[in-house]
């Protein structure tokens, strides 16, 4: 199963790495938009990490930017 | 509409065209010619009239965090030095128009603001960050590339721009 | 048993949540420090659905409750620096699931006696200073106490732009240390006066710009979790000895995450796609899946509609059954539903209005577990899988 989506999750970085094209700093008029953050509602997505946290079996994430919490 | 992006088409004077992607400190920066954002006025601004005064070419947008900050306070500094040869040139490079009209209306501001509807003149100036400004003396050189904008940014700069305006006059 | 034995349970062990660092760079554009301070308040009340009477040996069905208040402040300070304080202050109150028993029908979940009300209280301080404009490094340190658990955290990370920024390498530790003390511990003889664990976490990621509209982040985390892992407030059952034994649980676990998020803008909509995935991998032979989409609509007028979906599933960890015939050999045993084979779905609806400084929202969520929604085919359901309902109003003014 892990070997599945390790493929997976690679395949998706690549074919995404694969269209990149430089987005200039001038350029970023919607990547800057605040509902294009990694959590754009940083309070909402800690508090919905710690019930599914409390939950669920799985924790953890790896998100440092984006205000994350990563634990969603 | 179609008018309009043609007239705001970067009528470029290439000053150094092989440079192409970074202004250094010193150098001559490249002149231009741009419509305003507010277009009542059709005549396009030509930044050699403003030759010989200590100009300050701000590359801002609405969406950019820290202009929130810059502009209310570059209107300050304007108003302070504009009458002793000091002037801002605002370029916004907004994709929409219309957000960069809406974000003025909230932060008017007293100096000329430009809209570069092509994007041109940020990779001619070598802009690396929202918002990035050049400070140039009265003969046109770069003294000064301020990336991003923080609170005490303003008395930096009001420092720098006493002193340029200190300096003798244009050729 | 006492009353004490229900408190704290729902949301005893998140406080190793706390483990992640809520980092304050908020937009993709750039590592950009904040330009002004703002103020969030959310009030949430999370609502555990009954559970089905022919489920449960008699006693309540009810379950948890949870009124939670949070705070949180942003500001600048100084050139460099910024500062994020998080508060939240909750009560919690119900029942929760003891263990189960073999019943005519499948099995049958014993519920904790009557609940009394506990208070959870955190604190969290986060301060970024900005290098340059293309590295900015977070410390985080907090704090959370229960009447039977508290957890202190420190965590470190750093963003990193990659010249030309069109990619950001993020990484970053974290380490909590938690005491538990059972509030009856003393007075039951099988349950533990106190206990320890510590919790270490290692992460790391790498964002790229991919175009105009689109951003992608890949990220690996691993974390080790050492000490007592079990919970005291729960038991399994063992056939053969008619007995419930106290939930043991290896002292020891690693686990491992991978993680892949999408953003993409839809101009023609003015909208954001948000694309989640995570997988989560453990030495308890536990793995999940969990899959976030999220559709934020721009409407006019400063409005903004959010329909999301979460869809989760898990495989069960080795020492997991719902009731053992007999006892493990190595002496563990669980029948705690966390640890059980399910999925859960989860919808949420959001809305949210903004002024010039202020905004309002509305969030409401819908979880629902089964072990029909289980990747995999699962025997046997735990009894005690939980359905919740949450609603958070909240409001944020942004000085300006």
């Known amino acids: 199963m892990m070997r599945v989506c390790g493929v997976l999750v690679l395949s998706v970085a690549l074919c995404a790495c694969s269209a990149v094209s430089p987005v200039q700093p001038w350029q970023r008029d919607y990547l800057a938009r605040p509902e294009m953050a990694w959590q754009p509602d940083v309070q909402l997505a800690n508090q919905r990490g710690h019930v599914y946290f409390s939950k669920e079996a799985s924790s953890g994430g790896a998100s440092a930017s984006g205000g994350g919490c990563g634990c969603n | ?171 | 048993m006492s009353d004490d034995a229900n408190t704290g349970k729902a949301l005893r062990r998140l406080t190793a949540a706390a483990l992640t660092i809520p980092g304050m760079i908020s937009e993709l554009a750039a590592l950009a420090p904040a330009s002004e301070a703002s103020l969030d308040y959310k009030f949430s009340a999370y609502r555990e659905a009954d559970m089905a009477a022919e489920d449960v040996a008699g006693g309540t069905t009810s379950r948890y409750d949870i009124d939670s208040h949070l705070l949180r402040y942003v500001a600048p300070l100084g050139e460099r620096v910024d500062l994020a304080v998080d508060l939240s202050y909750e009560t919690m109150s119900g029942a929760s699931p003891w263990f189960v028993m073999p019943g005519n029908n499948g099995p049958i979940q014993v519920m904790s006696g009557a609940s009394i009300r506990e208070q959870r209280k955190d604190v969290q301080v986060t301060v970024s200073r900005y290098f340059s404009s293309r590295t900015v490094a977070s410390v985080v340190g907090g704090y959370s106490d229960e009447n039977d658990y508290r957890a202190a955290n420190v965590g470190l990370s750093v963003d990193h732009d990659l010249p030309g920024q069109q990619t950001t390498l993020s990484g970053g530790i974290a380490y909590s240390d938690d005491a538990l003390s059972p509030t009856d511990g003393k007075s039951m003889a099988d349950r533990i006066d106190s206990a320890d664990k510590t919790s270490a976490n290692v992460f790391g990621s790498v964002t790229q710009l991919v175009n105009e509209h689109t951003a992608l982040q890949l990220g690996l985390s691993y974390a080790l979790h050492d000490g007592y892992l079990s919970d005291p407030y729960k038991k399994y059952w063992v056939v053969d000895q008619s007995n419930a034994l106290p939930d043991a649980r290896p002292d020891r676990r690693e686990a491992f995450t991978a993680e892949a998020k999408l953003r993409y803008f839809a101009v023609p909509a003015n909208a954001a796609l948000h694309l989640d995935y995570r997988y989560f991998d453990d030495d308890w032979q536990l793995a999940s899946h969990t899959i976030d989409v999220a559709w934020y609509q721009n409407l006019p007028g400063g409005w903004q509609l959010v329909p999301s979906l979460r869809y989760y599933s898990q495989s069960q960890a080795f020492f997991y059954a719902p009731y053992f015939f007999t006892g493990r050999d190595d002496g563990y045993g669980s029948s705690d539903y966390r640890l059980s084979p399910y999925g859960a779905v989860s919808y949420r609806l959001a809305l949210s209005k903004s002024w010039h400084e202020l905004t309002l929202n509305l969030d409401w969520e819908s979880y629902r577990a089964s072990a029909q929604y289980a990747l995999e085919d699962v025997q046997v359901e735990n009894p005690a899988l939980v359905d919740f309902d949450m609603l958070t109003l909240g409001m944020r003014w942004r000085w300006q």
């Open chain 2, 1 to 171: 509409m179609l008018r309009r992006i043609t007239a705001g088409f970067v009528v470029v004077v290439l000053m150094a065209s092989s440079r192409g992607f970074s202004l250094e400190l010193g150098q001559l920066a490249p002149s231009f010619s741009l419509a305003p954002l507010q277009a009542e006025s059709p005549a396009q601004l030509d930044s050699r009239a403003y030759r010989g005064q200590v100009i300050y070419v701000d590359f801002w947008a609405s969406w950019c965090g820290p202009c929130r900050l810059s502009l209310p306070q570059l209107n300050t500094l304007y108003r302070d030095f504009s009458e002793k040869g000091f002037a801002v040139i605002a370029v916004n490079v907004d994709a929409h128009r219309s957000e960069a009209l809406k974000f003025l209306q909230r932060r008017p501001v007293d100096y000329p603001v430009v809209y570069d509807a092509k994007r041109e003149l940020p990779a001619l100036f070598g802009v690396k960050g929202m918002p990035t400004a050049f400070l140039l003396d009265r003969q046109g050189r770069v003294q000064h590339i301020h990336e991003g904008f923080r609170p005490g940014d303003a008395e930096q700069l009001r420092a720098m721009i006493t002193q340029l305006l200190a300096q003798e006059g244009a050729i």
